[in-house]
């Protein structure tokens, strides 16, 4: 299995994050590898970007694999991607650094400081009410009471610089960056007609937005921002009127970006995926990965990560590899039997 440069050929039966427009908004440069089997037929393609900063050239994916054709065995992605890290060595690039959380691969190659990830995806379908009915119950009174309080949801695609100060203040709350707004302009830019903002409004105070990006294949929640003390139902009922959106348009899958695996019971972490089973997702789960390939660079990124937030997503999950994959392997061996 070879990675090589292929054209890229999007459509919107393809994640959003895999265009043109947005690897472009989002990348110094950009492209897509296909996975190329000894038979030379395209086995699966990776969107990527190249990003410089300082003295990095960091390559970053943002989406994982995506399959072309049928039977495509993780065996062969794991080819793929020992391919593909070879192909950036030649690139001059320094280290591939985590993906974005809405991309969950199913292996990562060797040498790869790798950590168990996931994300909570809804079937968009299923007929509605069975949708609503897989919602917890105390999930949908939730959501009533966002609707008796007079919670509204609103298209806020035009309150770019509102929308931003809430996320940013949201992630501030938990002692995290967010992107400049002059970055998000160009991150909202580069989806285009496939990038949707809603707004939960109660009597025209903002108490939620919430940044979706899309396709047919899926709509992601990408990026939520919501007041310190909202409205009981706020972003509950935000949320459900997004589910109900895109499965009028016909997306096959809502998704909502990036679950740790096991959190710790009681944890901000363990919350938040409580949330999001409550309305009845499903887990997908993987690995989210990053590769040394100029080690001296690579330790210093590690470094700046650490200053910058306390270290990256697979810093902060990498302690978990052993007993996860350990867990998948016993599980592969019970479907087995």
């Given at each position: ?122 079937d968009l379908t299923k007929p509605e009410d069975d949708i609503w009915r897989k919602i917890d119950r105390i999930m949908r009174q939730n959501i009533k009471t ?190 087995l039997d």
């Amino acid at each position: 299995m070879k990675a090589t440069p292929v054209p890229i050929n999007w459509h919107p039966g393809l994640p959003i994050f895999a265009s043109e427009p947005f690897l472009k908004a989002v990348g110094d440069d950009y492209g897509w590898l296909g996975g190329v089997d000894e038979s030379g037929d395209l086995r699966c393609i990776l969107p990527y970007t190249i990003v410089k900063k300082a003295i990095f050239r960091m390559v970053r994916f943002r989406v994982e694999t995506i399959q072309v054709g049928k039977d495509f065995s993780i065996d062969e992605e794991k080819a793929f991607l020992n391919s593909a890290v070879e192909y950036f060595r030649k690139q001059d690039t320094d280290m591939i650094i985590p993906a974005t959380t809405n991309s969950i691969f199913r292996i990562y190659p060797d040498g790869a400081d790798a950590a168990p990830y996931g994300s909570y995806v809804i079937d968009l379908t299923k007929p509605e009410d069975d949708i609503w009915r897989k919602i917890d119950r105390i999930m949908r009174q939730n959501i009533k009471t966002g609707i008796k309080n007079g919670v509204t949801i609103k298209d806020g695609s035009d309150d770019l610089e509102a929308a931003h100060k809430l996320i940013v203040e949201t992630f501030q709350r938990s002692k995290l960056p967010f992107m400049g707004y002059k970055e998000f302009l160009k991150f909202i830019q580069g989806l285009g007609k496939n990038s949707k903002i809603l707004i939960a409004d109660l009597n025209g105070i903002p108490q939620s937005y919430a940044v979706f990006g899309f396709s047919d294949y899926c709509a992601y929640a990408i990026y939520a921002g919501n007041v310190d003390i909202q409205k009981q139902g706020a972003n509950k009922l935000l949320y459900w009127e997004a589910i109900k959106l895109f499965k009028s348009l016909g997306v096959q899958l809502y998704d909502f970006v990036g679950a740790r695996i096991n959190p710790e019971k009681g944890s901000k972490q363990d919350s938040i995926n409580a949330l999001k089973r409550r309305f009845g997702a499903e887990l997908k789960q993987g690995y989210i990965w990053k590769q040394s390939i100029k080690p001296l660079k690579y330790k210093l990124y590690g470094i700046a990560a650490r200053w910058r937030s306390g270290g990256d997503i697979v810093d902060a999950e990498r302690h978990k590899l052993k007993e996860f994959n350990a867990a998948m392997a016993g599980g592969a061996k019970r479907d087995l039997d």
